[in-house]
């Protein structure tokens, strides 16, 4: 989409944690692809080169289109492995079941199927990010290390395993040595988003033993523009509705829960005002989404519940697999 002359991607979560190996310039398609892709009938796109290059910070523009080209030629006849964890069932999606080269127009047209069309829009979590960012990073982890970040900036960390992490970024064989890793992967990630991108992250190594077995982040907004991205991306229509006070965080919670329906979430606020005093009130709204409330629905005990307190040492063991 593109909003006050900016290129805004939207990349869902599966996309995001599915296991697949694409080059920088392929990454740059799909980053093109999502600033396109809206909740309508259209299943194929147009690519104009023309009006991506410019975000480039290259001086020679004219060799984008072909090397472009090259990337989407190397998606001809390959597609990516998706995991249904409730049902146990794996699914095979080609990327794209059309391709077209306009090339005295330098464009290209793009075909996806409606099915991954669908489960492109149905998620439950999303990212929105400035695509200006990701084309013009230079290392291929930094883009992938950026998407997965991104994807957690709301809550501000994340752990990973680090054997998992080197599978998520397809790391090869030889950066199964953790200084090769850090070397050659992570450290250029770690300069290269924290200087040019919207976020800043730190890492902090988790060790058993004497080895570095995972990895916990900290993530942050580094400069003002996401507030700029949530207003773009009808947040501001979202915080109208209410009467309350609520973040931009929370509106853009309430979007994705919403699958982007304002008057979903209208009529679900509505509903609010019957209900008794509401101390949380987002929280309520995302609950009666989630559940379907009605006009005969009452929970008044939706505050009632004492505040659930975690040792979080035992929960990062917990989550890393260490006894």
Not at 33 to 40: A, K, R, W
Not at 166 to 175: G, H, I, N, T
Request: hydrophobic fraction near 35%; aromatic fraction near 12%.
């Amino acid at each position: 989409m593109k909003k006050k002359g900016e290129l805004i991607a939207v990349r869902p979560d599966k996309v995001i944690e599915a296991r697949f190996a694409l080059t920088s310039r392929q990454n740059d398609i799909l980053d093109m692809l999502f600033t396109q892709i809206q909740d309508d009938h259209n299943v194929e796109y147009c690519i104009d080169i023309n009006k991506y290059k410019m975000l480039y910070n290259i001086k020679d523009k004219n060799n984008i289109y072909g090397d472009l080209k090259k990337a989407v030629k190397s998606f001809e006849g390959k597609g990516f492995l998706m995991v249904d964890k409730e049902k146990n069932e794996e699914i095979y999606y080609p990327w794209f079941s059309k391709i077209q080269y306009k090339n005295k127009e330098g464009k290209i047209l793009l075909k996806i199927d409606s099915e991954l069309k669908t489960m492109f829009l149905e998620v439950k979590k999303r990212i929105y990010y400035h695509i200006k960012y990701t084309l013009n990073f230079s290392c291929i982890y930094s883009k992938r290390f950026y998407y997965y970040l991104k994807s957690y900036e709301d809550t501000g960390w994340r752990i990973d395993n680090l054997d998992a992490l080197r599978d998520k970024l397809q790391c090869p064989k030889s950066y199964k040595k953790y200084s090769d890793f850090r070397r050659f992967a992570l450290e250029p990630a770690h300069v290269e988003i924290n200087n040019n991108s919207d976020i800043k992250f730190k890492y902090e190594e988790v060790k058993s033993g004497n080895k570095v077995t995972a990895l916990k982040f900290s993530i942050k907004s580094s400069k003002c523009e996401e507030i700029a991205i949530d207003k773009d991306l009808e947040i501001t229509d979202v915080q109208t509705i209410f009467s309350e006070n609520i973040t931009p965080i929370e509106a853009r919670r309430l979007l994705d829960v919403a699958s982007g329906n304002i008057e979903l979430i209208k009529e679900k606020y509505k509903l609010s005002s019957n209900q008794g005093e509401i101390k949380n009130i987002v929280g309520w709204v995302i609950k009666a989404i989630k559940d379907n409330y009605n006009t005969e629905t009452k929970q008044t005990r939706f505050n009632d519940y004492e505040q659930r307190t975690y040792d979080f040492d035992v929960l990062e063991k917990k989550l890393l697999g260490l006894k």
